[in-house]
């Protein structure tokens, strides 16, 4: 009888890992997904723009196979929503940037939940604009390597304070941590260290910049070719912000051809909806800059609001020859198609929006459905309103609003409305719409509720931004609005997990400020650019109020107090809770930034 030693058996397991993964990862491409912020087709010189420097998008783009027709949302968080999701945003619950309203609903599986079940590596670096709070924020929807920004953007109301885009604190993996260096470039190069820690695996690398969005802070070095081109102050910034990005793709191609990977890795680059700033328009007159020939910017539902570039780049794949797709195509699809392409088997069952394009993007005879409808709109709003800055696209066709027809082959800058001449077009598209929004529209009363008490986030930092207000202008959403002191209050939309005691600080600065409630906030300089915070109004609170559901607790501001805290026992369940301050003029002030800590159980109420 022959004996098997522990040594061997270690081998065989050891061999028999290795034999499991060649047959299962080895050969699954790695997916890196590049997403800009606020850049839209113009805004790259191989689209014909003379002003802008784009070499390593440029080359990217000449490589790849190119989707001329691609279009998203015309804002970022439903841009962001539908990419992750494979579905309509306004399905999942984001059709807003600000007011609880850009929280992904927690049932909706991620592209990082579902590569994440598939054996893949999975990181985000740069812009999440999803949720902050659990269980909306990335570290909770499948991204196993986070490194990220409060909010929408560098600077808002729930980024770390006085965050300017150079040497900033960040969240990794939820926790604070301070890092050297412009933005872009610590999220790139973060990206890069995780890649090169999962090159032998299998991984999607979402890197989602923050820029070119405002505040257009960038290095000089970056903006003064193009101010001594005579291109006016903020343009140039932008097209800075756009000539970092670029030498940042520069770096990462590189190194994924030092690495060895670079064959087997599906790079896409894209944007999350249309210009910014790299046009001026007028109406339907071009003032200035550069838009493609295309009418609107960020937030219109003309083209040039969420028309944007797509580029997909894959040698192995046979993705790496430059070749244009100019049938409609839209971010829902990207996640289908993925899918497909790396071979996903472990897929739970989704009713997508989107469809697979991977017999297109390799090679096959088929031709996407010359009467396929897409729908999108720009709400901004509590609930969506029918029409409301929507756009119906069917082939060459626009329908806006319900009232508007264009037909982009013969008036591709959307001039002439031909709604009155092509009664047929329009009737098809409107009853589609209708059809649409009769699926869509009854979850539109439903909520995203941030879970308090949780087992995971010890305490939770509740801000201004995810207030739920009737009115957009009353959301202070960045910290610029918070230091004027922007007036209004609202609530939050919470979900108790556990019934017990709570302790609930209010104030109105966050916590790292470290300020008296009624002190100003000092101005801020930035040491890196021309930027620069005004100092905060003073503001005289006297009392503070917490409500949650139709319970009300109060307090006198103690002077000199930074924040007012609340002990209070409260039953588990979803519900509203606001938090303010009465002024000494008798004005109520919602408190901009509320910290929750579950502290004990539940003994009575």
Not at 401 to 414: A, F, I, M, V
Not at 449 to 470: F, R
């Amino acid at each position: 009888m022959k004996y098997i030693t522990r040594s061997t058996i270690v081998l065989l397991v050891f061999f028999s890992f290795l034999y499991i993964k060649s047959c299962s990862d080895i050969d699954k491409p790695n997916v890196i997904i590049i997403l800009t912020d606020d850049m839209g087709y113009g805004d790259i010189a191989a689209h014909g723009n003379k002003d802008i420097s784009t070499p390593h998008i440029d080359q990217l783009h000449d490589e790849s196979l190119r989707l001329t027709n691609f279009h998203v949302n015309p804002t970022c968080a439903p841009s962001r929503s539908a990419l992750m999701t494979g579905k309509d945003a306004n399905r999942v619950g984001v059709w807003h940037t600000v007011m609880g309203r850009s929280l992904l609903y927690e049932e909706e599986e991620t592209m990082a939940d579902i590569f994440s079940a598939n054996n893949y590596a999975t990181g985000l670096f740069g812009k999440w604009h999803l949720g902050d709070n659990y269980p909306f924020a990335p570290q909770y929807r499948g991204f196993q390597e986070v490194l990220t920004h409060g909010g929408g953007g560098v600077g808002q109301t729930p980024d770390y304070w006085n965050n300017d885009y150079f040497d900033d604190v960040y969240l990794r993996n939820g926790q604070e941590e301070k890092f050297e260096g412009y933005c872009t470039d610590v999220w790139f190069r973060e990206a890069l260290t995780f890649i090169k820690e999962n090159k032998e695996n299998p991984f999607l690398c979402y890197i989602s910049t923050n820029a070119p969005h405002t505040p257009l802070n960038v290095p000089s070095s970056y903006a003064e070719p193009y101010l001594k081109k005579g291109i006016q102050e903020d343009r140039a910034k932008f097209y800075g912000m756009i000539s970092n990005i670029d030498d940042n793709i520069g770096l990462l191609r590189k190194k994924l051809e030092e690495w060895g990977i670079a064959d087997n890795t599906i790079l896409i680059f894209m944007s999350d909806n249309g210009t910014a700033n790299g046009a001026t328009l007028k109406g339907k007159q071009l003032l200035s800059g550069y838009n493609a020939n295309m009418r609107g910017v960020k937030g219109s539902p003309y083209d040039g609001g969420h028309r944007v570039p797509f580029y997909v780049y894959w040698k192995n794949g046979n993705l790496n020859h430059g070749m244009d797709i100019n049938q409609l195509t839209a971010h829902i699809d990207v996640l289908p198609t993925l899918i497909k392409m790396c071979g996903l088997s472990n897929v739970p069952t989704i009713n997508f929006d989107g469809i697979d394009l991977s017999q297109i993007f390799l090679g096959s005879d088929e031709n996407l459905d010359v009467n396929r409808i897409l729908i999108g709109d720009s709400q901004r709003l509590e609930t969506p309103k029918k029409w409301r800055n929507s756009y119906v696209m069917m082939g060459q066709w626009r329908l806006i609003n319900g009232t508007e027809l264009y037909n982009l082959k013969r008036d591709p800058s959307q001039v002439k409305n031909v709604f009155d001449l092509e009664h047929q077009i329009v009737k098809q598209l409107k009853e589609a719409y209708e059809k649409h929004w009769a699926e869509i529209s009854p979850s539109f009363h439903r909520f995203a509720y941030i879970k308090l008490g949780n087992d995971v986030e010890k305490i939770s930092k509740l801000t201004a931004h995810d207030w739920h207000v009737e009115e957009q202008h009353k959301i202070p959403w960045n910290q610029q609005l918070i230091r004027k002191g922007q007036e209004g209050t609202g609530h939050w939309k919470v979900n108790f997990v556990k019934e017990g005691k709570y302790k609930i600080v209010l104030s109105r600065w966050p916590k790292e400020v470290n300020l008296p409630l009624n002190a100003q906030a000092r101005p801020f300089y930035s040491d890196y650019c021309d930027y620069h915070l005004e100092e905060g109004k003073k503001m005289e609170f006297t009392n503070a109020y917490l409500t949650v559901g139709n319970k009300t607790w109060e307090q006198k501001v103690q002077p000199n107090a930074s924040s007012v805290s609340f002990d209070v026992e409260l039953r588990k369940g979803e519900t509203e809770m606001t938090a303010s301050f009465k002024t000494s003029d008798n004005v109520l002030q919602g408190a901009y930034y509320v910290y929750v800590e579950k502290l004990g159980m539940f003994k009575s109420i």
